[in-house]
């Protein structure tokens, strides 16, 4: 691809594919209006029905998957997407 190019909004139809977002409410890395963006857009191209966005409140980068209370907080939302993915 040409250097610069976007190569993942024209494709947004190949990510036909359950797909869960989880975001801590408080990551300053990246902001949770980003992967809602990317949830809006998927659901716009393939379905909604296929996506999922969870914001974690009091959750900052990285915490969602290590953090005090995750195996509470954010884990049921994972085991719930794999659930629904191999219903």
């Known amino acids: 691809n040409a250097k610069g190019e976007d190569v ?3 494709n947004m139809n190949k990510l036909k594919i359950p797909i869960t977002f989880i975001h801590g409410e408080k990551n300053q890395l990246f902001e949770p209006k980003s992967t809602l963006t990317t949830y809006e857009t998927l659901c716009a191209t393939n379905g909604k029905e296929l996506y999922n966005h969870i914001i ?3 959750y900052g980068h990285n915490d ?5 209370n995750t195996v509470v907080d954010v884990f049921p ?7 629904k993915v191999n219903a």
């Open 77 to 83: 939302h994972i085991l719930a997407h794999f659930e």
């Open 8 to 10: 993942y909004m024209p």
């Open 64 to 68: 969602c998957m290590y953090g005090k």
């Open 56 to 58: 974690i409140p009091g």
